[in-house]
């Protein structure tokens, strides 16, 4: 007895030794913001932050205006997902899954108590409405040219900064320090979610590391300066912009809500932290279907849209070209016909199928791991996607064919 109490004093002291060492670290490195880290992950059951954190942060509405509700299908609630297809759905903890066709929703599940006019976190699906509200301010003239330096609406990015432009921001090429990882707490966009001091990290603390215009690397910290461009150019919040040019024009059911950095008067996360309806993500798929017209007005022009769906003419850091990414949008070309999609972190997905007309949104928890090819098996497209997205693909056009034979 005396043994196994002297053990589990030795842990308790262990675990305390570790708890200050921590502390201290935190304190010496001056990464406060890991404490709220802590508090809204692994306090409420997460281990990573979580599509439900509305509540974690002040937020901005993004306003709707006259709602026009999608159509629904006579077959909706009765077309079938296969038991495999099923299964493979639901070994990802999901919230949601919806297929939009033309103007009209064929199929539409939730799980776990998400429902219709439930919120979720977009995660990184907002740079992609982030580019596109870029897109608006160029052909307002408000943003003179793609190529222009970012020093022009940002005075943080003279000296060594001066040669990147606000392409090289939208394709994720600026060649500027940034640490992406999901995983621990201590890199750049852990901080970003967190601290509040989004513009000191976001644009001074940065520094070059490469060429400019050269080599794609997925940073949400480009993003966020994206959203710096877009305050300086338009001379609004960017919920307020997206409100004015996107949200009210597409017919948003739903009001959406976006995420601050610091206080009712800060920055909205751009990077990340939209949160809408799952029937209202689908509006954003269908604009990029139409190349940024709806319902006859042209919100985006064609031609910026065009290039949002291009692969941006760059190489990844193995040295091979760039085929995953165009403007803030992923690009997956492993099928016969144009599939762009917007993405977060937990298997967030808004996939475009332009040639069908579909929209299939995928809201959830968790995501399978990222496709590398090995030995005995090569998908060259799939390198760096995450291996259940081919599958949503077939699922979404699977019930749409269902729903073609039942009208």
């Not at 009210?248 to 610091?262: F, P, R, T």
Request: with cysteine; charged share 25%; hydrophobic share 35%.
């Amino acid at each position: 007895m005396r043994i196994i109490w002297k053990f589990f004093k030795w842990i308790f002291y262990v675990l305390i030794g570790l708890i200050v060492v921590a502390n201290i670290v935190i304190l010496v490195s001056g990464r406060l913001y890991i404490y709220k880290a802590v508090a809204y992950t692994y306090f409420r059951g997460y281990m990573q932050p979580s599509i439900y954190d509305l509540d974690v942060f002040e937020n901005r509405k993004v306003e709707k205006n006259g709602p026009r509700p999608w159509l629904d299908h006579p077959k909706l609630g009765q077309l079938k997902i296969s038991g495999d297809d099923r299964k493979l759905i639901e070994s990802y903890d999901p919230a949601s899954f919806l297929v939009l066709w033309g103007d009209t929703v064929v199929y539409e599940e939730y799980w776990n108590g998400h429902d219709r006019e439930m919120f979720s976190n977009s995660f990184s699906m907002a740079k992609s409405l982030v580019a596109m509200m870029i897109g608006i301010a160029l052909d307002e003239g408000k943003i003179q040219s793609l190529d222009e330096p970012v020093a022009n609406y940002l005075p943080e990015f003279g000296g060594e900064k001066e040669k990147i432009t606000i392409r090289h921001v939208l394709t994720m090429s600026t060649g500027l320090s940034w640490s992406e990882s999901y995983v621990h707490p201590f890199c750049d966009v852990a901080e970003l979610y967190f601290d509040t001091d989004d513009r000191d990290l976001s644009l001074n603390r940065r520094e070059i590391e490469e060429e400019p215009g050269k080599t794609f690397i997925y940073k949400s910290g480009d993003t966020q300066v994206l959203v710096y461009i877009l305050e300086s150019a338009v001379g609004m919040k960017i919920s307020e912009y997206a409100s004015e040019k996107i949200w009210k024009k597409v017919g948003a059911e739903s009001d959406a809500w976006w995420s601050l950095a610091d206080g009712s008067e800060s920055t909205e996360k751009g990077f990340c932290c939209l949160y809408a309806t799952s029937r209202d993500y689908l509006r954003l798929g269908k604009l990029i279907n139409t190349r940024g017209n709806w319902n006859g007005e042209q919100l985006v022009s064609k031609e910026f849209m065009d290039e949002f769906c291009s692969l941006a003419p760059l190489k990844l850091p193995n040295g091979n070209p760039n085929n995953l990414y165009g403007f803030q949008n992923w690009i997956y070309t492993g099928e016969d016909f144009e599939v762009t999609y917007l993405r977060g972190m937990r298997g967030q997905y808004v996939i475009s199928i332009p040639e069908k007309n579909i929209v299939i949104c995928r809201i959830g928890h968790s995501r399978g791991p990222r496709w590398e090819n090995t030995e005995t098996e090569t998908n060259d497209d799939l390198v760096d996607h995450y291996i259940e997205l081919p599958d949503y693909i077939r699922i979404g056009l699977d019930l749409v064919e269902q729903a073609q034979e039942q009208r």
